[in-house]
């Protein structure tokens, strides 16, 4: 005995798979070492730090910095 299965059902079912591949494509950032403690800084001292930055998600990361 077969059943024929709605075209509606097929259709949500594809429409469900391509959704959840769109969400799962997306950047992903891993900082290596996310924070960092400068310490007792005297004012008027510069202080500089390096964030080593990975994108692991699939679409380019986009990351923008702005100064203090």
Same mark, same amino acid.
């Given at each position: 005995m077969f059943r024929t299965i709605p075209y509606s059902v #097929? &259709? +949500?079912m594809f429409m469900l798979a391509v959704m959840t591949g769109l969400c799962l494509?997306?950047?992903r950032i891993e900082i290596a070492e996310p924070l960092f403690d400068a /310490? $007792? #800084? &005297? $004012? /008027?001292?510069? #202080? +500089?730090h390096e964030f080593v930055l990975k994108?692991? /998600?699939s679409d380019? &990361?986009? #990351?923008t910095v702005k100064p203090c």
């Open positions: #097929v &259709l +949500s494509a997306a950047p /310490g $007792e #800084v &005297l $004012e /008027g001292k510069d #202080v +500089s994108n692991i /998600g380019p &990361l986009i #990351v």
